[in-house]
């Protein structure tokens, strides 16, 4: 089945303690991307990548990091959390870039407390 | 920059009723690519329709509509005959690739409830 699967789904951690969230998809997809949920805001881009070991920013990068060494996956890396970044996350990949149809994975509930 | 407007935050109407969902976008390109996705209560992100740039023309899938006009730079959907099972969170989102960046921008939401 093809799917884009994230872990954990649900994290309550605490202020600067590191964290990844990871992302893989079995799809062969070249595009991936990170993004944040929170009401009223919508979901905001956090990095993407276009192909392994290529990756960039989004709108909202800052306290995040991400690496691309295999096409599959693309793990979400918060080294020093804070509590702004309690949200809800999605991974999403897609065929090529960002012209085409994300497939999203089911989503990581982070709390920072 | 690019930015995606959905005023509408959150929509009301009783089944059956038709209901529209506005989205306005803003990009300096030439080409882009409009997209509206669907999270239903669940929390997933369900892709529904994808449309560049070129492309004016209106399309139709079953209930769901989307009309697209560069004049007003807007993408709206409507849904026709309303069911319960629409009730969502709606995103409209905007692509603008580049070559060397691709970045898709999504507006903040239009929250539909549809009661009996």
């Known amino acids: 089945e093809a799917q884009v699967t994230q872990n954990p789904r649900y994290l309550i951690t605490v202020t600067g303690k590191k964290l990844t969230v990871t992302c893989s998809q079995n799809?062969?997809?070249?595009?991936m991307s990170w993004y944040r949920q929170d009401p009223g805001l919508g979901l905001r881009q956090i990095y993407y990548s276009m192909n392994v070991e290529v990756t960039d920013k989004g709108d909202v990068p800052e306290g995040y990091k991400v690496s691309r060494k295999e096409k599959r996956n693309f793990p979400l890396i918060l080294e020093s959390p804070s509590p702004n970044q309690t949200s809800l996350y999605f991974c999403?990949?897609?065929?090529?870039?960002?012209?085409?149809?994300?497939?999203f994975g089911p989503g990581t509930r982070l709390t920072v407390t | 920059a690019q930015k995606v407007t959905q005023a509408q935050t959150e929509i009301s109407v009783v089944e059956k009723e038709d209901v529209t969902l506005d989205c306005v976008y803003e990009?300096?390109?030439?080409?882009?690519?409009l997209f509206w996705y669907k999270q239903p209560p669940s929390g997933e992100l369900v892709f529904l329709i994808r449309?560049?740039?070129?492309?004016?023309q209106n399309e139709i899938s079953g209930r769901y509509s989307w009309n697209f006009q560069k004049s007003t730079s807007s993408f709206n959907f409507t849904i026709t005959a309303s069911q319960v099972v629409d009730s969502a969170v709606y995103f409209c989102a905007l692509s603008v690739n580049t070559g060397t960046a691709s970045k898709l921008t999504f507006g903040t939401g239009t929250r539909l409830q549809v009661t009996l």
């Open positions: 990009t300096r390109d030439t080409t882009y690519y």
């Open positions: 799809m062969n997809h070249e595009y």
């Open positions: 999403a990949s897609s065929y090529r870039d960002s012209r085409y149809e994300q497939y």
């Open positions: 449309r560049n740039s070129f492309d004016e």
